[in-house]
Nanobody
Framework: QVQLVESGGDLVQAGGSLRLSCAAS????????MGWYRQAPGKQRELVAT???????NYASTVRGRFTVSRDNAKNTVYLQMNRLKPEDTAVYFC??????????????????????WGQGTQVTVSS
């Protein structure tokens, strides 16, 4: 199992900034892409930003230029720096990661299997 734990959500005024963090833990062998998605009330979950293990990033057009995604591969952690926040950024923000995990045999050997995990979400509320 691979667990993702987000932190950093809060209530902030429009124009303010927040930084979200998401740490992955468990029997991780490697992580490919890490990213952030969000879901506002009554709406579908949507992509915010992703980053590959090599540092290639992808952003939704609605956040490009205001949000920055980064990661610390040594800590298996992804960050989302959100600047110039708008009320329409209000949502639950979810972290996602995919890669390979170790599954151990009865001995000390293991094999790898793919994983695609989600965090529990963190609330970001932007007041006008």
């Amino acid at each position: 199992q691979v667990q993702l734990v987000e932190s950093g959500g809060d209530l902030v005024q429009a124009g303010g900034s927040l930084r979200l963090s998401c740490a992955a833990s468990g029997n991780i062998f490697s992580i490919n892409t890490m990213g952030w998605y969000r879901q506002a009330p009554g709406k579908q979950r949507e992509l915010v930003a992703t980053i590959t293990s090599g540092g290639r990033t992808n952003y939704a057009s609605t956040v490009r230029g205001r949000f920055t995604v980064s990661r610390d591969n040594a800590k298996n952690t992804v960050y989302l720096q959100m600047n110039r926040l708008k009320p329409e950024d209000t949502a639950v923000y979810f972290c996602n990661a995919d890669g390979s995990m170790r599954t151990y045999n009865s001995g000390r050997t293991y094999y790898t299997t793919p994983f695609d995990s989600w965090g529990q979400g963190t609330q970001v509320t932007v007041s006008s």
